[in-house]
């Protein structure tokens, strides 16, 4: 992530996912699934109004001393698109070929559906992108 965020607690999915869009529903409790078997770890609410399903967590410091803490990967099943977090550079350019049809911003790729996702590629990014922060920041499990 490329702000530092506060996360605001642990995210209970049956009250989290009846506050989506309907048409989000299904698909973020896939993602929750994938994401949650990728890091072995449970989701916690991050961003304005606990709108991102976050796991994991990293504490930064840059040499210039801003530091922060952010979410490892997670996501934000927002109406338009469906907004990936930590996997921008993990697998590179190959990867993002592989997993689909997308876009990508800075720090986030954007999904129009799920089903238009390469799951396994996504699994892969998962679970590299996890591995590329924990290379470089102290990461924690909540």
Do not use: N
């Amino acid at each position: 992530m490329s702000q530092a965020t506060v996360p605001s607690g642990a995210l209970d999915p049956a009250t989290w996912l009846a506050a989506l869009e309907p048409e989000r529903r299904e698909e973020a409790a896939r993602l929750l699934a994938i994401f949650g078997e990728e890091t072995g770890w449970e989701p916690r609410t991050w961003g304005p109004g606990g709108t991102q399903a976050g796991f994991g967590r990293y504490v930064y410091r840059y040499d210039s001393g801003h530091g922060g803490e952010g979410h490892v990967v997670g996501f934000s099943p927002r109406k338009p698109e469906i907004s990936l977090y930590g996997l921008t550079s993990a697998l590179g350019a190959a990867a993002l070929e592989g997993l689909g049809k997308h876009r990508a911003g800075k720090s986030c790729l954007y999904v129009k559906r799920l089903a238009l996702v390469d799951e396994r590629v996504l699994r892969g990014m998962i679970r590299a992108g996890v591995e590329e922060t924990r290379a470089r920041w102290p990461v924690h499990p909540v």
